[in-house]
Nanobody
Framework: QVQLVESGGGLVQPGGSLRLSCAAS????????MGWYRQAPGKQRELVAR??????????DYTESVKGRFTISRDTALNTVYLQMNSLKPEDTAVYYC????????????WGQGTQVTVST
C-alpha cells in the first residue's frame, strides 16, 4: 500500500511560481511510475507530467501546454516527488493530484488527495 500526500498548492498571480510536493509512504522508486495530473472544474483529469519509468530521475513527459514551464523532479532519499510550476497562467487553475502507477500491474494505482492551485489576479 502506498499513501501519497500532496502539498504546496495555493493562490498565485499570473506569471508566478509554485512548487508542489508529493510525499510517499512506502517505497516507490523502482516500483511505481510517478506523475502529476490535474482536474479543472467541468473537465476531465489530465496528465501534466510523468517520469518515463519507475527508475527515471530525469527522463519525463509533459503535456504540451506546460512544456518549458513545469518540471517534475524527485528526491529518492525523501521518497518525494515535486512539480515546479513557473510562468503560471489562469488556465493552469485546477486540483493537482500525485499518482503512483505500478510499473508492471496497471490495475495498481494510487492517488493523493489533491491540492488546489488557483492562478488569478
Amino acid at each position: 500500500q502506498v499513501q501519497l500526500v500532496e502539498s504546496g498548492g495555493g493562490l498565485v498571480q499570473p506569471g508566478g511560481s509554485l512548487r508542489l510536493s508529493c510525499a510517499a509512504s512506502g517505497s516507490i522508486f523502482g516500483i511505481y511510475v510517478m506523475g502529476w495530473y490535474r482536474q479543472a472544474p467541468g473537465k476531465q483529469r489530465e496528465l501534466v507530467a510523468r517520469f518515463t519509468s519507475a527508475t527515471s530521475t530525469f527522463s519525463s513527459d509533459y503535456t504540451e501546454s506546460v512544456k518549458g514551464r513545469f518540471t517534475i523532479s524527485r528526491d529518492t532519499a525523501l521518497n518525494t516527488v515535486y512539480l515546479q510550476m513557473n510562468s503560471l497562467k489562469p488556465e493552469d487553475t485546477a486540483v493537482y493530484y500525485c499518482n503512483a502507477a505500478h510499473r508492471f500491474y496497471s490495475s495498481i494505482n494510487y492517488w493523493g488527495q489533491g491540492t488546489q492551485v488557483t492562478v488569478s489576479t
